[in-house]
């Protein structure tokens, strides 16, 4: 039996990766790089169905941000797994250089390519600023920047004629997915027949609203005759409880640091994070991080099965903060095998 059929027995659903290629405390960017295209072979090989690279920018723990290039990477370094984002910040772009770039990346790796779209910055007000220029979006608009998207890859959606036109990517078909971490891209994700994908690694407690919302307001369209909705959730997995709680710690320390507004790389696991942190800090990363299962693989086993059930999620994307390459690794590798 197959990895890909392994996962199916045990879960009757696809399982994908979100990747950031973390920079770790003492590491590289190009170390980082080389590490993401490592994993992007093995979570071929294991069965994963997609890789999903993620854009931010202006952080010290994230090598991603020109996302459409590394995906490129990523593409051209596999054969058959689906790579994309997860995703691209609209607003911080013009939709026609998004339709060029991705246009390219279809032509070059057909039938891999996936955009997924969010519209939040992926970053702080400063460097929002400094991407966006005179542009000045700020978000609002995205709804029109999405619809001016999708026209430049299929003209027939304008409604007057496309003086400029996307080459590469007009007439190509690109699987548009639309990203959130709240309840306004379900709900444009349902009102246009899409698929949806919810940020559950950082926001738990949206996932099953926006999920419900995503479903029951789903009206079909070309695209999708039904709902397809996708989770994101952290998860950290270890031979046993005890090592995966300890690598979990950098994954702790890192959103700490977002806490603080002192970002750095990925730090190193530590033994005892009640040193770190302080009560009030503890009890809003525990918030934040509600929905990350941690453990080896029967904990891990037990409770995604339990997580997959409560969002009903069609796909699950998995997320893995891990300074060490090789536990992270295993970390994907365990996830693959239950």
């Given at each position: 039996?197959?990895?890909?059929?392994?996962?199916?027995e045990t879960f009757r659903i696809p399982?994908?990766?979100?990747?950031?290629?973390?920079?770790?405390?003492?590491?590289?960017?190009?170390?980082?790089?080389?590490?993401?295209?490592?994993?992007?072979?093995?979570?071929?090989?294991?069965?994963?169905?997609?890789?999903?690279?993620?854009?931010?920018?202006?952080?010290?723990?994230?090598?991603?941000?020109?996302?459409?290039?590394?995906?490129?990477?990523?593409?051209?370094?596999?054969?058959?797994?689906?790579?994309?984002?997860?995703?691209?910040?609209?607003?911080?772009?013009?939709?026609?250089?998004?339709?060029?770039?991705?246009?390219?990346?279809?032509?070059?790796?057909?039938?891999?390519?996936?955009?997924?779209?969010?519209?939040?910055?992926?970053?702080?007000?400063?460097?929002?600023?400094?991407?966006?220029?005179?542009?000045?979006?700020?978000?609002?608009?995205?709804?029109?920047?999405?619809?001016?998207?999708?026209?430049?890859?299929?003209?027939?959606?304008?409604?007057?004629?496309?003086?400029?036109?996307?080459?590469?990517?007009?007439?190509?078909?690109?699987?548009?997915?639309?990203?959130?971490?709240?309840?306004?891209?379900?709900?444009?994700?349902?009102?246009?027949?899409?698929?949806?994908?919810?940020?559950?690694?950082?926001?738990?407690?949206?996932?099953?609203?926006?999920?419900?919302?995503?479903?029951?307001?789903?009206?079909?369209?070309?695209?999708?005759?039904?709902?397809?909705?996708?989770?994101?959730?952290?998860?950290?997995?270890?031979?046993?409880?005890?090592?995966?709680?300890?690598?979990?710690?950098?994954?702790?320390?890192?959103?700490?640091?977002?806490?603080r507004n002192t970002r750095g790389p990925?730090?190193?696991?530590?033994?005892?994070?009640?040193?770190?942190?302080?009560?009030?800090?503890?009890?809003?990363?525990?918030?934040?991080?509600?929905?990350?299962?941690?453990?080896?693989?029967?904990?891990?086993?037990?409770?995604?099965?339990?997580?997959?059930?409560?969002?009903?999620?069609?796909?699950?994307?998995?997320?893995?903060?891990?300074?060490?390459?090789?536990?992270?690794?295993?970390?994907?590798?365990?996830?693959?095998?239950?």
């Amino acid at each position: 039996m197959s990895d890909r059929q392994q996962i199916n027995e045990t879960f009757r659903i696809p399982l994908s990766v979100l990747d950031v290629s973390p920079i770790v405390e003492g590491g590289s960017v190009a170390e980082s790089l080389g590490n993401t295209l490592d994993l992007a072979r093995h979570a071929e090989k294991w069965g994963y169905n997609r890789y999903w690279l993620a854009e931010h920018h202006n952080a010290p723990s994230i090598a991603s941000s020109a996302t459409s290039i590394v995906i490129g990477h990523v593409a051209a370094g596999t054969s058959t797994i689906r790579v994309g984002s997860g995703g691209i910040m609209l607003p911080n772009h013009a939709p026609l250089v998004i339709a060029e770039q991705f246009g390219t990346l279809e032509s070059l790796f057909p039938g891999r390519i996936d955009l997924g779209l969010g519209r939040a910055p992926g970053t702080d007000g400063l460097t929002a600023a400094a991407l966006r220029g005179s542009r000045r979006s700020n978000g609002h608009d995205f709804p029109e920047q999405l619809a001016e998207l999708r026209a430049f890859l299929d003209p027939s959606r304008a409604e007057v004629g496309m003086p400029v036109r996307a080459i590469p990517g007009e007439g190509l078909n690109i699987p548009i997915w639309l990203l959130g971490s709240s309840d306004f891209s379900a709900m444009l994700a349902a009102e246009l027949g899409l698929p949806f994908a919810f940020a559950g690694h950082f926001s738990p407690n949206f996932t099953i609203p926006a999920m419900n919302l995503y479903r029951s307001n789903f009206k079909p369209s070309e695209v999708l005759d039904k709902p397809y909705g996708m989770v994101a959730v952290n998860i950290v997995a270890a031979d046993t409880d005890e090592e995966a709680g300890y690598l979990a710690t950098s994954m702790q320390q890192l959103f700490l640091s977002f806490i603080r507004n002192t970002r750095g790389p990925l730090p190193a696991p530590v033994r005892n994070m009640d040193q770190l942190w302080s009560e009030q800090e503890k009890a809003a990363l525990q918030q934040q991080l509600g929905s990350s299962i941690v453990g080896g693989p029967e904990t891990v086993r037990g409770k995604l099965k339990r997580y997959m059930e409560a969002t009903q999620a069609d796909e699950i994307m998995v997320a893995a903060h891990i300074f060490d390459h090789q536990a992270r690794l295993r970390s994907y590798e365990i996830v693959a095998g239950l």
